[in-house]
């Protein structure tokens, strides 16, 4: 690289002494510095790759020089008379440098440097044979270069479906003749790649033809549609082939074509066979012909605010749906028209899988796809960094909840009698009274191979209609203030007295907290009501959970391994941070642990049952909307507010019921669908979801599972069925549903006997989003899919053709006037 330098001189003035006389002594000369620089002498320089710079600087008074690189690229300055640089990106630069002798005279150098990215030489991939034969070993050479010197790695992909290959040089074997496009990709150390294809050739092994490999033009088919089938196989000999199309027909010949007159799931067999040696080798494919449906629907609401007056009508104004649920084997191609609707309307296709066990293959929404409408850009009630960070907190709570499923089955594994001996926790001290300003450390079991232990002090004590206190811890180095610990006591109960808070309306419906049955080396009520204690600790702003309860605290710190954290009392634990920044969440989060609290008593130690994570979690949902009237008045609903923004926000797609591993719009879900399931059925169907579920429980040898016990519970209130209202849930939600004149059974409406809830109006929460439906590859259990458009200038029809309605899924249609 060529650089051209640029000799720069400074000097210091000099001033000379008196003295007696006319001479006249002549000034000294002022010392200069001067300096060039050069390259390493590389022809061409690479983006990534070290370059070596040098500077020969001299000073005239042969002074000590000091140097220093200024390289163009707005990185760290260099020192040295040598100074090696990597240029992160191509380009030209200009590299100056500055040399100082000790008098501070300086002089500058400067030049152009131009760097390129390296580019690798395209492969070459070398056979040992020109083909091969099935089952024999190839090698293949791979060669490439890089011109800036860098180490290259090889990667193959032998395009047989088998595992990769590594190194210049690889063996494999092909199971079965074909053509097979051997890719391989060669990467330097700076992650700079090169990739080149190789189709190659593998026969059959003599005498025997590989498996035939069947391709059919489409595999889901109307009936009477043409579906043309090809089928080839490799052999050294000529070969001849037959078809079994499933339906009692047959064929020959490589490529044939069949029609079929009945919907079904078809197995098509073809077979190749050596025409001299007559050795044969099959494989088979599957084809399904869908049902052909058209006007199927049947009016989905009733009532004064239902305006499905026909199966093929819209009358009036406001709400009309319309359901279509494929019971048979495969799926439909279904054709409808509903008539009488108005321009500027919405129409929305809501796809529900019901099963909480068996994906479902894809839909589709007809010939011309729905697309949803520009969504507004208005606030949301809480901010969107809020929603996110609250989504977080959802996730992490999952892992405390496995540990307390985990805890229950240690639980379980002990023998009957044993559970039942009822060994309290003797080294327990007595119950005494604790007065506000007493301390006391407590153990932040969350991480259970971290706890951290935070000294307290109590803020708050009430008293609950049980006899119990309930004391509010607080922490002297911060988080919750004073007056958000008060929020939160009035919250839980009433420090005048008689208690009225949120914790006694939920005994009321569930039962107390702790009580009398007990398992071995649990802590009890021996010595008189043990306290509800609610531990808010300044936590650092990097911790995960919002919230939580663990079962853990109830046993003895010796009952099982897992418990040697334990507090061994009744606890649970809210994040003090996050309080001081979001009081109405937490204190709705206060709720949220408080039902798992009752729930860990009452289903696992009274019931001996546990709910799934989804019900578990949805009933911590519902109780929060139980009390949002109660502890806010009205100002505030989490379900409102949060639940139902964040399942909007997903865009459909989520399994209700496939909570291995937690997320928050799992979170959303079961928020939402509990909303509407509390407006629905009111307190009868909370309490019943925790005292008469027997999920967990093995009767006659079939485990009951918590779908199976909604199920019951919903028939047993009057209702279909648990998947009529997750698909009634999804058209209500997807829908977008107004909070007035709405149809009977359908959207979020205002509940005031067996509990009182405020209407939804998700038509304008909606409004608020700015949300996109996904496409479906598949239907996981327990989901659903959506597609929305609003209605055309002019149109008095809504129509669509070929929308795919999977077997066992339920199609929803919802026409209704646009939110204003």
């Known amino acids: 690289m060529l650089f051209v330098s640029t000799l720069s001189l400074a000097a210091l003035t000099a001033c000379g002494g008196g003295g007696g006389g006319d001479s006249t002594t002549a000034p000294a000369p002022l010392p200069t510095v001067s300096v060039s620089i050069s390259t390493s002498g590389l022809p061409v320089l690479y983006t990534g790759r070290s370059v070596s710079l040098s500077a020969t600087g001299t000073s005239s008074a042969n002074l000590a020089l000091t140097y220093s690189w200024d390289f163009g690229d707005n990185t760290a300055a260099g020192t040295g008379a040598t100074s090696a640089h990597t240029f992160a990106k191509a380009g030209t630069y200009t590299v100056k440098v500055t040399a100082t002798d000790t008098n501070g005279t300086k002089a500058s150098a400067s030049g152009t440097v131009t760097i390129v990215d390296a580019v690798l030489t395209t492969p070459t991939i070398t056979p040992s044979v020109a083909s091969a034969i099935a089952g024999n070993a190839v090698t293949f050479a791979g060669a490439s270069s890089d011109p800036s010197g860098g180490t290259l790695t090889y990667s193959w992909d032998f395009g047989d479906n088998t595992a990769k290959g590594s190194g210049a040089s690889v063996q494999h074997t092909f199971a079965a003749a074909g053509n097979y496009p051997v890719v391989l990709t060669v990467t330097n150390d700076l992650g700079t790649k090169a990739t080149t294809t190789l189709n190659y050739s593998v026969s059959a092994a003599a005498g025997a033809p590989s498996t035939p490999v069947i391709s059919a033009n489409n595999t889901t088919v109307l009936p009477n549609a043409a579906i043309t089938f090809n089928a080839s196989a490799q052999d050294t000999l000529p070969l001849t082939y037959s078809w079994d199309f499933g339906d009692g027909t047959t064929g020959t010949g490589a490529t044939v074509q069949k029609s079929y007159t009945a919907a079904g799931t078809y197995n098509v067999v073809v077979t190749a066979t050596n025409s001299q040696n007559k050795s044969t080798k099959s494989s088979a494919t599957q084809i399904t012909v869908m049902q052909a449906v058209s006007n199927v629907l049947a009016p989905s609401c009733s009532g004064a605010g239902c305006s499905a007056s026909s199966a093929t009508t819209y009358a009036g104004s406001g709400v009309g749906a319309w359901q279509y649920q494929n019971t048979g084997s495969v799926p439909a191609s279904l054709n409808f028209a509903i008539s009488g609707v108005k321009a500027g309307q919405v129409a929305t296709l809501v796809f529900t899988n019901t099963s909480d066990s068996s994906s479902l293959t894809a ?420 989901s659903h899919y959506f597609a929305q458009e609003t209605i055309a200038a002019g149109a008095t029809s809504f129509s669509k053709s070929g929308v795919i309605v999977p077997a066992g899924a339920t199609l929803h249609i919802m026409v209704r006037d646009a939110a204003p």
Request: aromatic letters at 10%.
């Open 363 to 782: 839909p589709a929404f007809g010939a011309a796809p729905a697309a949803i409408p520009a969504a507004s850009t208005g606030a949301l009630s809480l901010n969107m960094q809020a929603l996110n960070r609250h989504a977080q907190m959802d996730a992490a709570h999952e892992s405390m909840h496995q540990r307390n499923h985990e805890l229950i089955k240690q639980m379980r594994a002990k023998p009957a009698a044993v559970r039942a001996a009822g060994v309290k926790a003797a080294n327990v001290p007595p119950v005494r009274a604790v007065a506000v300003g007493d301390t006391k450390v407590w153990v932040d079991t969350y991480d259970s191979a971290n706890p951290v232990s935070y000294t307290l002090k109590v803020a708050q004590i009430c008293k609950l209609k049980t006899g119990r206190n309930a004391v509010i811890w607080g922490d002297p180095n911060g988080g919750a203030t004073a007056a958000d610990l008060l929020a939160l006591a009035n919250t839980f109960c009433s420090n005048g007295g008689a208690g009225t808070g949120g914790f006694d309306a939920l005994t009321d419906i569930m039962g107390d907290a702790y009580g009398t049955k007990s398992y071995s080396n649990t802590i009890g009520d021996t010595n008189g009501l043990l306290d509800i204690n609610v531990v808010v600790p300044n936590v650092p702003s990097s911790t995960k959970w919002g919230g939580y309860f663990w079962g853990g605290n109830n046993f003895l710190k010796t009952a099982f391994p897992s418990t040697k954290n334990s507090n061994e009392a009744l606890v649970f634990f809210v994040n003090g941070q996050q309080v001081s920044q979001a009081l109405n969440y937490y204190k709705s989060t206060l709720m949220h642990e408080a039902v798992h609290m009752i729930n860990f008593y009452q289903r696992a130690f009274v019931l001996d049952t546990a709910h799934d994570t989804w019900l578990e979690e949805t009933t911590a949902m519902m109780g929060e909307d139980i009390l949002a009237k109660t502890i806010f008045g009205g100002s505030y609903n989490e379900m409102t507010q949060v639940r139902i923004p964040q399942y909007l926000r997903t865009g459909g797609g989520v399994s209700y019921v496939n909570w291995t591993n937690l997320s928050s719009d799992s979170y959303a879900f079961g928020g939402a669908f509990g909303a509407y399931i509390n407006r629905k059925y009111g307190l009868s169907m909370f309490k019943k979801i925790v005292t008469d579920c027997k999920d967990g429980q093995t009767v006659n040898g079939v485990k009951i599972t918590s779908y199976a016990c909604m199920d019951t519970l919903i028939k047993g209130a009057g209702g279909v069925g648990m998947g009529d209202e997750l698909a009634k849930f999804g058209i209500s939600l997807w829908g977008n549903t107004p909070a007035s004149a709405l149809p009977s059974g359908l959207g979020f409406p205002q509940r005031t006997v067996d509990g009182v809830f405020d209407a939804i109006d998700v038509a304008t929460v909606a409004k608020a989003l700015k949300f996109t439906a996904k496409t479906p590859a598949a239907m996981v259990p327990a």
